[in-house]
């Protein structure tokens, strides 16, 4: 069965750089979620979409933005990147109307 | 505080015992749901509950509402049950999941 794919799975950016990570979630899923894991941390949510809207807000920084497109894939947009930012991104998508969500393997972003 | 805890943060059993994770949490849920992450990060979902009791395969989850309270039972562990297991919570269908800080389980031979 399709899952969750993230692209890329592995980034290196220096900082003050931008970053895009890409999230396409599983076929017919209509609402997508976006984590950050940094290193020995829990994952934090950053923010969701549902049907192209943002439907919740977690704490993502001003510096980072993120959209749902019309194929229900989502994009996270990093800028001026910081050394904290070096974490595991997280994408996990779902059937809004169902509790249960599927995470894709993670892109690890690390900042120099 | 975090609104979920779990308990404990580091676990290493010999190959075959039975393994108990728990986990609280203090807010009104959907759901709790537990998760596995192996090294490398990927991120697996194992149960999904909103009462009672879930099996598959060696692994159970249970749930008490009234104690807000989880756990994940392991039998006849194996080295490949080792992994990072988290436990999170939903509160309303189609939310965001709160996550637990984890619990380290290393399954030695």
């Known amino acids: ?112 | 505080k975090n609104e979920v805890e779990q308990s404990p943060q580091n676990l290493t059993a010999q190959e075959g015992e039975f393994i108990t994770i728990n986990c609280s949490y203090s807010v009104g849920i959907s759901a709790l749901h537990w998760l596995q992450q192996h090294p490398g990060g990927g991120i697996v979902s194992l149960f999904m509950l909103s009462s009672g009791k879930k099996k598959h395969g060696r692994l159970i989850a249970t749930i008490n509402i009234q104690e807000k309270h989880s756990s994940l039972h392991i039998t006849a562990s194996h080295p490949r049950d080792s992994a990072v297991y988290i436990c999170a919570v939903s509160r309303y269908t189609g939310n965001q999941f709160y996550f637990g800080t984890g619990t380290s389980l290393t399954v030695i031979p």
Not at chain 1, 34 to 58: A, C, H, N, V
Not at chain 1, 99 to 110: A, D, N
């Open chain 1, 1 to 112: 069965a399709a899952g969750v794919i993230q692209s890329p799975r592995h980034l290196i950016k220096e900082k003050r750089e931008t970053a895009t990570l890409k999230c396409y979630p599983i076929p017919r899923h209509d609402t997508v979620y976006w984590y950050q894991q940094g290193p020995g941390q829990d994952p934090q949510f950053l923010i969701s979409f549902y049907e192209k809207m943002q439907s919740d807000k977690g704490s993502i920084p001003d510096r980072f933005s993120a959209q749902q497109f019309s194929d229900y894939h989502s994009e996270l947009n990093m800028s001026s990147l910081e050394l904290g930012d070096s974490a595991l991104y997280f994408c996990a998508s779902n059937l809004e109307v169902e509790g249960e969500q599927y995470f894709g393997p993670g892109t690890r972003l690390t900042v120099t």
